[in-house]
C-alpha cells in the first residue's frame, strides 16, 4: 500500500513569510496527526484529526499556525507569520483509527528552514 | 510536552554486538511504542508494548516494560549497519504519543 505523502519535501522562507504544507495520509486512515519536530528533539505533536474533525490541537501555536483536513482525506498545515524558531521538520502521520493500541505511520516529513 | 526520556543520548557499537537503550516516563500509559529514524526511511514504527505486558520480542528486538519504575527497554541483538538510527520511545497517555529526545545509535563496521 502507498505510504503518507507529503510535500514539499524542503522548503527555505524568510521571517515573517507564510508557508504551506500538504499531506496525504494513507487511504482509508481515519485518524491524522501534524507533528514538528525541532533538531535533536523527538516530535512533538500539534493538531489531530479524526476524520475531518480536530481531536486535539492544544499544542498549536494558534496565533500562526492553522491546519484543516478537508473531506477528511488529505491535510495542509499553514504557518503565517513564520518565525525563527519555526525551523524544524514537520510530520504528518495517520492510524487507522485514534483508538488505543495503534501504531501511527509516518511521512517522510517537511524540512522547513526559515532565515 | 515529552514524557518519555531515552538513556543514553549516543550509543556507538560494533556490527554484531548488542545495543541496549531505556526510556523513563512520569505518568501512567495505556502502551508505549518504540520508533525508529533514520534519513533514508524516515520515522518507522518497530513494537508496541502494553501496559499490561512486561516482555516483547519482534525479530531482534526485545522490549521490556516495567510500570513499577515506569521504564521500558529496548534492547537489539546482533547489530547491523542498517541499525544506525535514531530510536524514540513514544507513551501513550489519554489516547495521544509523546516522544522522547532519542538515542542516537551508530553500528560501526
Known amino acids: 500500500e502507498a505510504g503518507v505523502a507529503q510535500s514539499p519535501r524542503y522548503k527555505i522562507i524568510e521571517k515573517r513569510q507564510s508557508v504551506a504544507f500538504w499531506c496525504n495520509p494513507i487511504?482509508?486512515?481515519?485518524?491524522l496527526y501534524w507533528y514538528q519536530q525541532i533538531l535533536g528533539q523527538g516530535p512533538k505533536l500539534l493538531i489531530q484529526?479524526?476524520?475531518?474533525?480536530?481531536?486535539?490541537d492544544s499544542q498549536l501555536p494558534k496565533d500562526r499556525f492553522s491546519a484543516e483536513r478537508l473531506k477528511g482525506v488529505d491535510s495542509t498545515l499553514k504557518i503565517q507569520p513564520a518565525k525563527l524558531e519555526d525551523s524544524a521538520v514537520y510530520l504528518c502521520?495517520?492510524?487507522?483509527?485514534?483508538?488505543?493500541?495503534?501504531?501511527?505511520?509516518f511521512g517522510p516529513g517537511t524540512r522547513l528552514t526559515v532565515t | 510536552s515529552q514524557q518519555g526520556e531515552e538513556d543514553p543520548q549516543a550509543l556507538s557499537i560494533q556490527e554484531g554486538e548488542n545495543a541496549t537503550m531505556n526510556c523513563s516516563y512520569k505518568?501512567?500509559?495505556?502502551?508505549l511504542q518504540w520508533y525508529r529514524q533514520n534519513s533514508g526511511r524516515g520515522l518507522v514504527h518497530l513494537i508496541l508494548?502494553?501496559?499490561?505486558?512486561r516482555e516483547k520480542h519482534s525479530g531482534r528486538l526485545r522490549v521490556t516494560l516495567d510500570t513499577s519504575k515506569k521504564s521500558s527497554s529496548l534492547l537489539i541483538t546482533a547489530s547491523r549497519a542498517a541499525d544506525t538510527a535514531s530510536y524514540f520511545c513514544?507513551?501513550?497517555?489519554?489516547?495521544?504519543?509523546?516522544f522522547g529526545a532519542g538515542t542516537t545509535v551508530t553500528v560501526r563496521a
Open positions: 487511504s482509508g486512515h481515519a485518524t
Open positions: 484529526f479524526q476524520n475531518n474533525g480536530v481531536v486535539d
Open positions: 505518568t501512567s500509559i495505556n502502551n
Open positions: 513514544a507513551t501513550d497517555n489519554d489516547y495521544k504519543l509523546s
Open positions: 508494548i502494553r501496559s499490561n505486558e
Open positions: 502521520a495517520s492510524s487507522p483509527t485514534s483508538g488505543p493500541p495503534y501504531e501511527q505511520y
